[in-house]
């Protein structure tokens, strides 16, 4: 009987299932090898594609006659500083004494990329191979992942989109580059006064330099508009309210020209106008008294994309520090696998949360957390965890949401990642709280057919809020049983209220990605974000990247206090040269269907045939167009590039 290969991609990961197997072996170079299994790893990627010229010499000097490049076949080759890692993982899948190999690299497209790429490299040698799919790296969910373990075949559809993902970064990335620098690079040099610029195109990355350049620009054209609220101040015994003026039907200016907004007038003059009318008056009827009750759900559990926009906005650190810090834990076997779109979990999760929690208590040894676990043991919260809005197994693809394992090993740990576990551990016991409850109290005064509103919310029940410590604070409540329809209070007095609209807020590093995950639309309520959701622009395991790119190759700008993204003056005038000859780079619809694309790849809904179909004729009428065109596009963007340069000289 032949001996087994593992495969990872860490040593740290190839030492666990070791020691959780309990094989006897030796650590060799490169391996650990024992009587019936052998670990090994790799070093992230090992295998790249190839360069054009690797193709044809000829292809290393960039010419518009040679494109569209187009392989047939595609060359890959191994990475030169972890060549020797290569030649080990190699020389072992080739063993004579190997019979099978476990894929154990992450679970998810960019693993499974990462082994396969390994794998034909090493001449796709005849064994059995199975692939190893798990959510956590704890004991209890390796041993389940090695004993499930699918053949690698089941998938090949996987494999299919990451291949297709690769192919269709680089066919857009080599030939836009290259077509879009030959033609038009030498007049953006001379607006930039660089001598040598390169027009670096990509399919997710320049989708993102357009949402960026976008937002500024809605930015700089904001004009600032004045409007003028009117407030009054009516006594109720020693208290005052403070209501604001509204129009409704019954109102002189309902349907006004001279309205901004129902609640505004455009300028001061209306404004006083109605204060002086209404000052003759010494007291106000209450034509309207509602009380109603609120209730507020726990948010839904984390994915990527919404705890890097939370560690942005909470720790102000970057998307690449979050995604960074979560795959520790995740190594540490403390939280799940992070690279997941899902903020729900499977049902087979849900009904086996006990373990969860119960670790939870166990090991965590902030009483803190022990009090919150006991409260919900204590009230049998958890009980019916599968049939809330939190458990959905239509809404996972790969994995589940961010949640702890309940193991906890904290040597080793920052205090950052320590807060940044903590945000996991509190966001995801609070879904078995309560909701927040809420008193809601709208009042109407009438005052001359003129109407002013009253609305107080308080809290009356802090719920979930306890454990995320938000909105904790304890109000007053209005009391109105002295409020009753008809009832008459006494005027005070009536001041305006001058306020300006507010040019829309820029993006920060962890706010595009919510964006991106929402094909270029920042929206910032979490429930409606979940109910619109569809095909974002590029990965959960991507887009930390791109944005971390396109700041080293100087094209946006990343405040390191406040993580606010602007464009850089190159970084706009890249942007005019692409709007200007291939438009639809920018669309994060179009970008976010090519991702949806790959996804119906993964699922068979569509052959890998037909997707590189599309691809290669999208790439060839581009082209083809940019090159039939590239005169009227030029004087196009020579305008552009001078416009953009004197808003910077101006600025």
């Not at 009587?35 to 193709?55: L, N, Q, R």
């Not at 002086?276 to 609120?294: A, M």
């Amino acid at each position: 009987m032949g001996k087994a290969l593992f495969v990872m991609e860490k040593p740290s990961v190839a030492m666990d299932y070791y020691n959780i197997l309990k094989i006897e072996g030796r650590r060799q170079d490169g391996y650990i090898e024992g009587d019936k299994a052998i670990f090994t790893w790799c070093v992230g990627h090992m295998v790249t594609m190839s360069y054009p010229e690797k193709y044809d010499e000829k292809l290393k000097f960039w010419n518009l006659e040679q494109l569209p490049f187009l392989p047939k076949e595609y060359l890959y080759e191994v990475i030169p500083s972890v060549s020797k890692q290569f030649e080990i993982v190699k020389g072992l899948l080739n063993r004579e004494d190997v019979d099978k190999v476990y894929v154990c690299t992450d679970s998810g497209r960019e693993g499974e990329y990462i082994y396969r790429l390994v794998d034909h490299m090493a001449g796709n040698p005849k064994k059995e191979k199975f692939r190893v799919w798990i959510d956590s790296q704890t004991e209890e969910e390796i041993k389940r992942g090695i004993k499930e373990a699918k053949p690698l075949e089941y998938y090949d559809s996987l494999g299919s989109s990451a291949y297709l993902r690769a192919k269709e970064d680089y066919l857009l990335g080599i030939n836009f580059s290259r077509l879009l620098t030959l033609i038009y690079a030498r007049n953006l040099g001379t607006v930039l006064k660089e001598d040598r610029v390169v027009i670096a195109v990509g399919r997710v990355m320049t989708c993102v330099l357009a949402m960026v350049v976008d937002k500024e620009r809605e930015i700089r054209e904001f004009v600032k508009t004045p409007f003028f609220k009117v407030n009054s101040n009516f006594l109720l015994n020693d208290a005052e309210l403070n209501l604001e003026w509204k129009v409704y039907e019954g109102s002189t200016y309902f349907n006004s020209p001279f309205l901004y907004n129902e609640t505004g007038f455009k300028e001061r003059k209306t404004a006083e106008e109605l204060i002086n009318r209404l000052n003759s008056f010494e007291e106000g009827e209450i034509v309207e008294v509602k009380k109603t009750k609120e209730t507020k759900n726990p948010p839904l559990l984390f994915n990527l994309a919404e705890l890097q926009n939370e560690c942005t906005k909470k720790f102000k650190i970057s998307p690449d520090e979050t995604l960074g810090i979560a795959q520790k834990l995740y190594e540490k076997k403390m939280l799940t696998y992070p690279r997941t779109d899902a903020r729900v979990l499977s049902k087979a999760v849900a009904k086996d949360i006990g373990k969860n929690l119960s670790a939870l208590y166990k090991n965590h040894p902030e009483t803190w957390c022990k009090e919150y676990l006991k409260k919900i043991s204590e009230n049998k919260w958890s009980q019916n965890l599968v049939k809330s809005k939190y458990v959905d197994d239509s809404k996972i693809t790969d994995h589940y949401a961010i949640i702890p394992t309940g193991e906890y090993n904290a040597s080793g740990l920052t205090s950052l990642e320590q807060e940044v576990y903590e945000l996991v551990i509190r966001r995801f016991l609070s879904i078995f709280f309560p909701p927040a409850k809420y008193n809601k109290t709208n009042l109407t005064v009438e005052v001359d057919r003129e109407r002013f509103n009253f609305t107080k919310k308080i809290l009356v029940e802090k719920g979930y809020l306890e454990i995320l410590g938000k909105e904790s604070q304890e109000e007053k409540e209005l009391d109105i049983t002295q409020l009753k329809k008809g009832k008459k209070l006494p005027l005070k007095d009536l001041n305006i209220k001058e306020g300006e609209t507010t040019p829309p807020k820029r993006y920060t590093t962890g706010s595009i990605i919510i964006a991106m995950e929402n094909a270029g639309k920042l929206i910032e309520d979490d429930e409606l974000r979940e109910q619109i959701k569809g095909s974002g622009i590029g990965t959960s395991a991507t887009r930390a990247e791109i944005i971390k790119k396109l700041i080293r190759i100087e094209y946006l700008t990343s405040n390191n206090k406040t993580q606010i993204l602007t464009p850089t003056k190159k970084g706009e005038m890249i942007y005019e040269v692409i709007k200007a000859s291939i438009p639809s780079l920018l669309n994060p619809t179009l970008t976010a269907s090519w991702e949806k694309g790959l996804g119906m790849v993964y699922s068979k809904e569509i052959a890998a045939d037909e997707f590189m179909e599309k691809l290669e004729k999208y790439t060839e009428n581009n082209i083809s167009k940019v090159i039939q065109y590239r005169n009227n596009i030029l004087y196009k963007i020579n305008t552009n590039l001078l416009r953009v340069k004197k808003c910077y000289e101006n600025n």
